[in-house]
């Protein structure tokens, strides 16, 4: 209830002591109610308390003291409440010497804002006053003189009636006018002054009209104040045209184009319609139109294409000062178990062999060895078996010297022919290492007399290519083929600049669980440092760590030293070649061009180009029974042979399809591709996760796991052969000569026979041959042996013969008696 409603407070009456108080309402109600008061409980200390232990009670204890605290204990909480009272004293006063400081901040800078505001108003009112008055002027000095030049010269006592105008200047303003003006001056300013001060503020007029949202561009801006300028300067207000250099591609879009000549795209489609060309802002058009409506306005052409991304990793050739000599390179090669990995363990002094399933070597190793000397020489390990060719063609393309190892006690065979035909293919050095020379069975110039047979002519037969005889079980010969390897790039004096730019060949490539994508990389140029930016194929990435031949993370490796990269995106190909970029952008680019020029290569070349061909292959492929499988490896080198391999399987009524084959463990997405193809899922040295296993078992998938390649490979020709028809092969068993012709009530005509060769069996097929012709091949309805139907006649007996549905038999034909048998087939 206010003071201002004209009705009294509640009180008190009669007294302090009053217990009755009267309540009024409205529209003259009362009420009485009842007030009851408490007085202050006074404590009364009793006679027999004790004084205090001090002599009486502490200065700041005046009042009293609440039972069972000592004097201590009150000393305590009176510092500890003065103690609380000073620091709020010094806290308030901290907190209004802060506050202080920021008025005083915030006076300053609106003080501050105030005076350059003040200061461009002032200039922009000068601006403006300036060319109203020069505009004010011009326009009243060409009124004077239009009139002037109109009216007749006025008589002179007109003249001196009248008082003249100045003709330099405009009239006098009247006092009324001139203060109206200076009154709309002021209010021009304070409007002006209010709108920069709330320029920042939004309000939910502007928000709600679309106000405030779309502001004028910087250059917008500095377009209009330099109008601005040359109109308060008097000049004439031209545009300087600006001729830009346009990168045009194959194609373009008419909005693109416009924007990357600058000029507004309603003109650019105001220009394709001149020249007869209706297209709108979004629609694309070929270079050649773009070209014609970029000369029209008058800017420069410059063609370019999607392959030009690439140009920022193009070759550049190093000065001869800048190069510097690097390790060589050595390629192990050669047949299957010849003791190409045993040989390279021996000279590391290593046990690479143990770990390789089946004794086999089935990816590319590269390794760094240092010689006794201090030569450091860098080794690749290709696999010898015959999947494994294009590893092998890989390790020969990035090589200095290939050494080739053909065992003493085995010769030449197949993959040490390929091996020579790769090397001379990519045309580097070769040297033969004639290898087990310890066995007994070794015999060192055999290999050497079947070299000859490839045009490989050793040294010891007159020829330019060294050989050594080695044994890596006892070590023999090892320093002889260390010296030949130093002697060999001593001959080639190789060379490379480790101050540019990296690159450098995949050698292999996998999908590590907990690393993710890994290429193993052998540096050819440059130096790969770790935080680098590099595109490898169809894939990029920035350099995360650097891991050596040793497991040790590096910062760096230059030429001729093989590291394993992570950071890749994805895992690259094996075989692609490294480059580094500057920045990730570039990377990405190139990345993406090089996968969509992939994926339409690919499309092209799956794609049949008639309809004759789209017929032809239909029915090829119902004549063929397909065997699909799913595969899936630890490295990318693996996974590719093994594919070609796959590729390889089959002949004319049969063949392999891979559906799908990548790097990396079997997923679930793995087994839903082989439930909806109904294949089986090949692992090579991976295995499926819980998740996968799980699903396989319920949907029904086979999965079969490999460590060596052989059984691979000859567990999917068993599976496929038995998807090729049996052949059916004939076994004569007997000969028979009709002798007579009888005809029998109810049977027919019955040959009487004489078995002259072999056996007659009643389940046999049999044909009918006449002057060694065949006229008729059937079953017997009946065999006898004079009156009891029998199941064979051997040679040399007599018996009646009929055939099922025929009867056109004479004597002396001849039945040619055999029976057909079912063989399986397998592919070679």
């Given at each position: 209830?206010?003071?201002s409603?004209?009705?009294?407070?509640?009180?008190?009456r009669?007294?302090?002591?009053?217990?009755?108080?009267?309540?009024s309402?409205?529209?003259?109600?009362?009420?009485?109610?009842?007030?009851?008061?408490?007085?202050?409980?006074?404590?009364?200390?009793?006679?027999?308390a004790?004084?205090?232990?001090?002599?009486?009670a502490t200065?700041g204890?005046?009042?009293?003291?609440?039972?069972?605290?000592?004097?201590?204990?009150?000393?305590?909480?009176?510092?500890?409440?003065?103690?609380?009272?000073?620091r709020?004293?010094?806290?308030?006063?901290?907190?209004?010497?802060?506050?202080?400081?920021?008025?005083?901040?915030?006076?300053?800078?609106?003080a501050?804002?105030?005076?350059k505001?003040?200061?461009?108003?002032?200039?922009?009112?000068?601006a403006?006053?300036k060319?109203e008055?020069?505009?004010r002027?011009a326009?009243?000095?060409?009124?004077a003189?239009?009139?002037?030049?109109e009216?007749?010269?006025a008589p002179?006592?007109?003249a001196?009636?009248?008082?003249p105008?100045?003709t330099?200047?405009p009239?006098?303003?009247?006092?009324?006018?001139?203060?109206?003006?200076?009154?709309d001056?002021?209010?021009?300013?304070?409007?002006?002054?209010?709108?920069?001060?709330r320029s920042?503020?939004?309000?939910?007029?502007?928000?709600?009209s679309?106000?405030?949202?779309?502001?004028?561009s910087?250059?917008?801006?500095?377009?209009?104040?330099?109008?601005?300028?040359?109109?308060?300067?008097?000049?004439?207000v031209v545009?300087?045209?600006?001729?830009?250099?346009?990168?045009?591609?194959?194609?373009i879009?008419?909005?693109?184009?416009a924007n990357?000549?600058?000029e507004r795209?309603?003109?650019?489609?105001?220009?394709?319609m001149?020249?007869?060309?209706?297209?709108?802002?979004n629609q694309?058009?070929?270079?050649?139109?773009?070209?014609?409506?970029?000369?029209?306005?008058?800017?420069?052409?410059?063609?370019?294409?999607d392959s030009?991304?690439e140009?920022?990793?193009?070759?550049?050739d190093?000065?001869?000062?800048?190069l510097?000599?690097?390790?060589?390179?050595?390629?192990?090669?050669?047949?299957?178990?010849?003791?190409?990995?045993s040989?390279?363990?021996?000279?590391?002094?290593?046990?690479?062999?143990a770990?390789e399933?089946?004794g086999?070597?089935?990816?590319?190793?590269?390794?760094?060895?240092?010689?006794?000397s201090?030569?450091?020489l860098?080794?690749?390990?290709?696999?010898?078996?015959?999947?494994?060719?294009?590893?092998?063609?890989?390790?020969?393309q990035?090589?200095?010297?290939?050494?080739?190892?053909?065992?003493?006690?085995?010769?030449?065979?197949?993959?040490?022919?390929?091996a020579?035909?790769?090397?001379?293919?990519a045309?580097?050095?070769?040297?033969?290492?004639?290898?087990?020379?310890?066995?007994p069975?070794?015999?060192?110039?055999?290999?050497?007399?079947?070299?000859?047979?490839?045009?490989?002519?050793v040294e010891?037969?007159?020829?330019?290519?060294?050989?050594?005889?080695?044994?890596?079980?006892?070590?023999?010969?090892?320093?002889?083929?260390?010296?030949?390897?130093?002697?060999?790039s001593e001959?080639?004096?190789?060379?490379?600049?480790?101050?540019?730019a990296?690159?450098?060949?995949?050698?292999?490539?996998?999908?590590?669980?907990?690393?993710?994508?890994?290429?193993?990389?052998?540096i050819?140029?440059?130096?790969l440092r770790?935080?680098?930016?590099?595109?490898?194929?169809?894939?990029?990435?920035?350099?995360?760590?650097?891991?050596?031949?040793?497991g040790?993370?590096?910062?760096e490796?230059?030429?001729?030293?093989?590291?394993?990269?992570?950071?890749?995106?994805?895992?690259?190909?094996?075989?692609?070649?490294?480059?580094?970029?500057?920045?990730?952008?570039?990377?990405?680019?190139?990345?993406?061009?090089?996968?969509?020029?992939?994926?339409?290569k690919?499309?092209?070349?799956?794609?049949?180009?008639t309809?004759?061909?789209?017929?032809?292959?239909?029915?090829?492929d119902?004549n063929?029974s397909?065997l699909?499988?799913?595969?899936?490896?630890d490295?990318?080198g693996?996974?590719e042979?093994?594919?070609?391999?796959m590729?390889?399987?089959?002949?004319?009524?049969?063949?392999?399809?891979?559906?799908h084959?990548g790097v990396?463990a079997?997923?679930?997405?793995?087994?839903?591709?082989a439930?909806a193809?109904?294949a089986p899922?090949?692992?090579?040295?991976?295995?499926?996760n819980?998740?996968?296993?799980?699903?396989?078992n319920?949907?029904?998938?086979?999965i079969?796991?490999?460590s060596?390649?052989?059984?691979?490979?000859?567990?999917?020709k068993?599976?496929?052969?038995?998807?090729?028809?049996?052949?059916i092969?004939?076994?004569?068993?007997g000969?028979?000569?009709?002798?007579?012709?009888?005809?029998?009530t109810?049977?027919?005509?019955?040959?009487?026979?004489?078995v002259?060769?072999?056996?007659?069996?009643?389940s046999?097929?049999?044909?009918?041959?006449r002057?060694?012709?065949?006229?008729?091949?059937?079953?017997?309805?009946?065999?006898?042996?004079?009156?009891?139907?029998v199941?064979?006649?051997?040679?040399?007996?007599?018996?009646?013969?009929a055939?099922?549905?025929?009867?056109?038999?004479?004597?002396?034909?001849?039945?040619e008696?055999?029976?057909?048998?079912?063989?399986?087939?397998?592919?070679?």
């Amino acid at each position: 209830m206010s003071d201002s409603d004209g009705k009294k407070t509640l009180g008190l009456r009669g007294g302090p002591r009053s217990g009755n108080v009267k309540q009024s309402f409205s529209h003259g109600r009362t009420k009485n109610v009842v007030v009851e008061t408490k007085r202050k409980r006074v404590v009364v200390p009793k006679p027999g308390a004790s004084k205090p232990a001090g002599g009486g009670a502490t200065s700041g204890n005046k009042g009293p003291r609440p039972a069972g605290i000592s004097d201590a204990e009150m000393d305590r909480r009176l510092k500890a409440v003065q103690a609380a009272r000073a620091r709020e004293v010094e806290e308030a006063a901290k907190r209004e010497a802060d506050e202080k400081a920021r008025a005083e901040e915030r006076e300053r800078m609106r003080a501050e804002k105030e005076q350059k505001e003040r200061e461009q108003r002032e200039a922009e009112e000068k601006a403006r006053q300036k060319a109203e008055d020069e505009e004010r002027r011009a326009r009243d000095a060409a009124a004077a003189a239009s009139k002037a030049a109109e009216e007749p010269a006025a008589p002179k006592a007109d003249a001196g009636a009248r008082t003249p105008r100045p003709t330099g200047g405009p009239a006098a303003p009247s006092p009324a006018r001139k203060k109206g003006r200076e009154d709309d001056d002021r209010s021009n300013r304070n409007k002006n002054r209010d709108d920069g001060r709330r320029s920042g503020k939004l309000t939910l007029n502007q928000a709600l009209s679309g106000e405030g949202g779309r502001q004028k561009s910087m250059a917008a801006m500095k377009r209009k104040q330099e109008r601005a300028r040359q109109k308060a300067m008097g000049g004439p207000v031209v545009r300087e045209k600006i001729v830009r250099n346009v990168n045009l591609p194959e194609a373009i879009s008419v909005g693109e184009l416009a924007n990357r000549m600058a000029e507004r795209t309603a003109d650019v489609v105001k220009a394709l319609m001149q020249n007869g060309i209706m297209a709108t802002q979004n629609q694309s058009i070929d270079a050649d139109t773009a070209e014609l409506i970029i000369e029209e306005f008058g800017h420069k052409v410059t063609r370019v294409s999607d392959s030009d991304v690439e140009q920022v990793i193009e070759q550049v050739d190093d000065k001869p000062e800048d190069l510097k000599p690097r390790p060589p390179v050595i390629t192990i090669m050669g047949h299957v178990d010849h003791g190409k990995t045993s040989l390279l363990d021996a000279i590391r002094d290593a046990k690479v062999v143990a770990g390789e399933a089946g004794g086999i070597t089935q990816h590319i190793g590269a390794y760094q060895v240092t010689t006794d000397s201090g030569t450091v020489l860098s080794f690749l390990d290709t696999p010898g078996h015959a999947a494994f060719t294009s590893m092998r063609s890989r390790g020969a393309q990035v090589t200095d010297i290939v050494v080739l190892v053909v065992a003493a006690d085995d010769a030449v065979m197949p993959q040490t022919i390929e091996a020579i035909n790769h090397a001379k293919a990519a045309n580097v050095p070769m040297i033969v290492a004639i290898n087990k020379i310890d066995k007994p069975a070794a015999d060192p110039n055999k290999v050497r007399t079947d070299l000859l047979q490839h045009e490989v002519v050793v040294e010891k037969m007159s020829g330019d290519v060294q050989d050594v005889e080695v044994s890596a079980k006892t070590g023999k010969g090892l320093d002889e083929l260390l010296e030949a390897i130093a002697l060999q790039s001593e001959i080639l004096d190789i060379k490379a600049n480790p101050d540019r730019a990296a690159q450098g060949a995949v050698i292999e490539a996998q999908l590590d669980v907990g690393r993710g994508p890994v290429a193993t990389v052998l540096i050819q140029n440059g130096t790969l440092r770790q935080g680098d930016i590099f595109v490898v194929g169809e894939q990029y990435g920035k350099v995360r760590a650097l891991i050596n031949d040793k497991g040790e993370r590096v910062t760096e490796a230059g030429p001729s030293v093989p590291v394993e990269v992570l950071g890749l995106n994805g895992t690259p190909e094996a075989g692609d070649v490294l480059n580094v970029t500057s920045t990730e952008a570039q990377a990405r680019e190139i990345a993406e061009y090089r996968a969509s020029a992939a994926k339409e290569k690919r499309a092209a070349a799956g794609a049949a180009t008639t309809l004759e061909q789209l017929m032809a292959k239909a029915k090829d492929d119902e004549n063929v029974s397909e065997l699909p499988i799913l595969l899936k490896a630890d490295v990318q080198g693996s996974a590719e042979a093994i594919f070609q391999a796959m590729e390889k399987i089959g002949n004319d009524e049969v063949r392999v399809r891979v559906l799908h084959y990548g790097v990396g463990a079997i997923t679930e997405t793995d087994v839903g591709l082989a439930e909806a193809s109904g294949a089986p899922i090949m692992g090579f040295n991976v295995r499926a996760n819980a998740t996968a296993r799980n699903t396989a078992n319920q949907k029904g998938v086979e999965i079969r796991y490999y460590s060596v390649i052989y059984d691979l490979v000859d567990d999917v020709k068993a599976a496929a052969s038995g998807l090729l028809s049996n052949e059916i092969r004939e076994r004569f068993i007997g000969y028979a000569k009709i002798k007579e012709v009888f005809k029998v009530t109810g049977v027919g005509k019955v040959a009487g026979c004489l078995v002259t060769e072999g056996i007659a069996r009643r389940s046999a097929g049999v044909r009918l041959l006449r002057d060694d012709v065949v006229i008729h091949e059937g079953t017997l309805k009946t065999l006898k042996r004079f009156k009891d139907e029998v199941a064979e006649v051997i040679s040399g007996q007599e018996c009646g013969m009929a055939f099922e549905n025929y009867d056109d038999i004479r004597p002396d034909d001849v039945i040619e008696i055999f029976e057909r048998e079912e063989v399986e087939r397998k592919l070679d």
